[in-house]
């Protein structure tokens, strides 16, 4: 499970200041010469972070429990003496604050070697041009070989009942919609390229970037390349609830502005039943000094069920109804 398998490197590996924990951020100005590992009660969220708010008759929307008391990571040192700058690729993953978070990706990526497919509510929140969105509730079905995708619209800004397909097989530069009401009467199943904003809005990703897998792919490789650099303040945040289940959270701030930094905080919950990574959230830098950090996208996998039994009919177009006949008139 997650605990037993982050907590082996959490204890080798982590370190802590003689006078309490570690905060955020360069202390003088500068990015810290080694990041800092905490484990405690997350930082409460700005406002505009709060949990998605699924719509009817979808169940209440994810909930984010903090643990009840902070726990700082027991440091395994010689004395006081720091940890010596490690020299070769195998030695920095060992002693990099980060190490947890690569270790839980790996079990993740493994995991999904025994997943042929998956189901869920996908509920989505992303800043686009300029404004925060609502947040959107998807049903996924997921085929992860060969790649398909069926997303079903659930609302509220999308129009209830839209259905996307794709299929890597069939076509892996577009995807079909179909929409519902009055216009599937007269547009029926439309083919459209995978950025088209008639798909699901308009958005950060394309289609077929969405998912858990796509997920865990990108935190591969986030975490990979924050390995090889020295200004990631992570933090792990042990029994945080996601939707009444039980996470372990990697939190990684950048504090400085950087161009080979997506991001300025990340935080990845990864579930300890499922090792998999069920919410992400990512922020950017304020837009003022000493501003909160501004939310780009925030997604949440509900009710993730895996390995259902998905055959190639799932992903199969439905019937358009009927285009209304023309008056002889």
């Given at each position: 499970m997650l605990y037993w398998a982050a907590g082996i490197i959490l204890v080798a590996t982590g370190r802590a200041s003689a006078d309490g924990p570690l905060l955020f951020g360069p202390t003088n100005g500068q990015p810290p010469a080694q990041p800092a590992v905490i484990l405690e009660a997350p930082v409460a969220a700005p406002p505009q972070t709060s949990p998605?708010?699924?719509?009817?008759?979808?169940?209440?929307?994810?909930?984010?429990?903090?643990?009840?008391?902070?726990?700082?990571?027991?440091?395994?040192?010689?004395?006081?003496?720091?940890?010596?700058?490690?020299?070769?690729?195998?030695?920095?993953?060992?002693?990099?604050?980060?190490?947890?978070?690569?270790?839980?990706?790996?079990?993740?990526?493994?995991?999904?070697?025994?997943?042929?497919?998956?189901?869920?509510?996908?509920?989505?929140?992303?800043?686009?041009?300029?404004?925060?969105?609502?947040?959107?509730?998807?049903?996924?079905?997921?085929?992860?070989?060969?790649?398909?995708?069926?997303?079903?619209?659930?609302?509220?800004?999308?129009?209830?009942?839209?259905?996307?397909?794709?299929?890597?097989?069939?076509?892996?530069?577009?995807?079909?919609?179909?929409?519902?009401?009055?216009?599937?009467?007269?547009?029926?199943?439309?083919?459209?390229?995978?950025?088209?904003?008639?798909l699901l809005g308009r958005s950060r990703h394309a289609l077929n970037d969405y998912g858990v897998h796509r997920l865990v792919a990108d935190l591969m490789t986030d975490y990979q390349h924050d390995i090889t650099r020295g200004e990631s303040v992570v933090k792990v945040y042990r029994d945080v609830k996601v939707d009444g289940r039980s996470c372990l959270c990697i939190e990684v701030r950048h504090p400085e502005v950087r161009r080979d930094f997506r991001f300025h905080v990340t935080r990845a919950y990864f579930d300890h039943e499922l090792e998999l990574p069920i919410r992400w959230e990512a922020y950017t830098w304020p837009e003022k000094r000493g501003g909160p950090p501004v939310l780009l996208e925030e997604y949440t996998y509900r009710k993730l069920s895996l390995n259902t039994g998905l055959t190639a009919g799932d992903f199969e177009p439905r019937k358009a109804p009927p285009k209304p006949a023309r008056s002889a008139n």
């Open positions: 998605p708010t699924a719509a009817e008759p979808i169940d209440p929307a994810p909930t984010i429990a903090q643990p009840t008391a902070p726990e700082q990571v027991e440091a395994l040192r010689a004395g006081d003496e720091a940890v010596p700058a490690p020299k070769r690729d195998a030695e920095l993953v060992a002693v990099h604050p980060l190490a947890p978070g690569l270790q839980l990706v790996q079990l993740a990526s493994e995991r999904l070697k025994s997943v042929r497919d998956y189901q869920c509510l996908f509920i989505r929140r992303e800043h686009v041009a300029g404004k925060l969105g609502e947040p959107e509730t998807i049903a996924l079905k997921v085929r992860l070989e060969p790649l398909a995708i069926r997303a079903q619209c659930m609302g509220p800004t999308l129009p209830r009942g839209r259905e996307v397909l794709y299929s890597a097989q069939r076509d892996a530069r577009t995807a079909l919609v179909t929409s519902s009401g009055m216009r599937a009467r007269f547009v029926g199943n439309e083919s459209l390229p995978l950025d088209d904003p008639r």
